[in-house]
């Protein structure tokens, strides 16, 4: 077993105009202040990460780590959740996802979806300049108008759908499997992948490639009233990095896992701050510890109460108050009677 590395934080969600929000620098030296080890860092914003240049340049990859390290972190994993999603986008959300895409790509899905392949394939180049084995990414989705069918879905849609996504995502696992770096995806409503089972249908599709993975987070599966402590022993194979992130779900007589279309702060169920949920987290943090998870404990602060940066701070202490340093001996070694096979075989009677 391996003791599980962190405290981390994903940087995503904190990133702002105003000090110490707004660069690399600034933010580093906030993050370690709180007690944060690494960094998870977004790629949608060159201010913190020019994606293509640490993807072309091994320079700037050691400039960008230097300058975190120097702070007293790591990076632990690069993140393109809005660059994965538009992979795979269905027509209905067309133009809600072109906010993800730049400007010069707006009304043109065909272009936005190879300038997203591309960001993929130099995340990969990125990571493997940054010395990084997993990277966190959303599948996008074809189907999710379809995920509760009325009318009936059409006979061979979801099979086709998958077909699709498969043959979109596996040039990209393969440039990751270039670059020995894992693809982690986060199983998230509003994605094809965003269980087990579809999971489980998109890597038969892939041919089960070394590189498709999971990112856990028990908040998702939270919401979705899914056995998420099972889902760690089913999955844990395939499970290379974690969002700590903690979700209540409180159904009524009103409304329940789909939300009624309410602001996040009236949902049934809804992401909160780590410790103000009902993620049982001292068992994820053991069954992680007892597969040997090699990976990092990564914040990721959504909650519609409480102030991010209070949800920082107190998430950092949570973190490392869950993690579990592992035993390098079993407990009952001091009752070991030693023996050989001579021994044995007299202990047996045989």
Not at 110 to 135: C, D, E, F, P
Request: glycine share 8%.
């Amino acid at each position: 077993m391996k003791t599980i590395k962190g405290p981390a934080l994903f940087i995503a969600q904190f990133i702002g105009d105003q000090a110490p929000f707004n660069s690399l620098d600034n933010i580093c030296k906030w993050a370690k202040d709180l007690g944060f080890k690494g960094l998870q860092l977004p790629t949608n914003d060159s201010r913190f990460l020019d994606l293509k240049l640490a993807a072309e340049s091994k320079t700037y990859a050691d400039e960008i780590k230097g300058k975190v390290n120097a702070a007293g972190l790591e990076i632990t994993e690069l993140s393109t959740h809005l660059q994965g999603q538009l992979v795979a986008v269905h027509p209905a959300y067309h133009d809600l996802f072109d906010a993800f895409a730049p400007a010069e790509l707006h009304k043109n899905p065909q272009a936005r979806t190879a300038w997203a392949v591309q960001q993929l394939k130099y995340a990969a180049q990125a990571s493997k300049n940054l010395g990084l084995n997993a990277h966190v990414t959303f599948s996008g989705a074809l189907l999710w108008p379809f995920v509760y069918p009325w009318p009936q879905r059409p006979a061979g849609l979801v099979d086709t759908g998958f077909d699709e996504l498969a043959k979109r995502w596996k040039p990209i696992l393969d440039v990751f499997d270039e670059n020995g770096v894992d693809v982690c995806y986060e199983l998230h409503p509003g994605e094809d992948l965003h269980d087990g089972v579809t999971f489980e249908m998109f890597l038969d599709k892939v041919n089960h490639h070394p590189r498709a993975n999971i990112l856990y987070d028990p908040s998702h599966f939270i919401l979705q009233c899914l056995d998420y402590l099972a889902f760690i022993d089913i999955y844990h194979e395939r499970i290379k990095m974690m969002h700590v992130k903690d979700a209540e779900f409180n159904p009524t007589g009103r409304q329940g896992v789909y939300g009624g279309y309410q602001n996040w702060i009236d949902r049934a169920g809804r992401f909160r701050s780590l410790g103000d949920g009902q993620v049982n987290f001292k068992s994820v943090f053991s069954k992680l510890a007892q597969y040997n998870y090699e990976g990092w404990a990564v914040l990721e602060w959504e909650c519609a109460i409480k102030h991010p940066e209070d949800g920082a701070r107190e998430g950092a202490k949570f973190i490392a108050d869950h993690i579990i340093r592992v035993t390098e001996k079993a407990f009952d070694d001091f009752a070991a009677s030693g023996g050989d096979a001579n021994f044995n075989n007299q202990v047996l009677g045989i």
